[in-house]
């Protein structure tokens, strides 16, 4: 099956760029990382582990990290 292509426009490089052509510092700066925590560490730790690992300035978490 392929895919179905109603209408076709140039992208206005003014307002961003497809995700494919996106270099990596950018979506690191406006991306969010899916992290499946294990038990163990708090949410805090992951989020400093993951600023430093990804070598940021700024990260947080949305809610509860905890494994259910």
């Given at each position: 099956m392929g895919m179905l292509i109603k209408a076709e426009?140039?992208?206005?490089?003014?307002?961003?760029c497809p995700p494919d052509q996106r270099p990596i510092e950018l979506h690191l700066d406006l991306g969010?990382?899916?992290?499946d925590?294990?038990?163990g560490p708090t949410s805090h730790e992951v989020t400093s582990w993951v600023k430093k690992l990804l070598g940021?300035?700024?990260a947080g978490h949305g809610g509860t990290l905890e494994p259910c």
């Open positions: 426009e140039a992208t206005d490089y003014r307002y961003g969010i990382v899916n992290l925590k294990p038990p940021v300035e700024k």
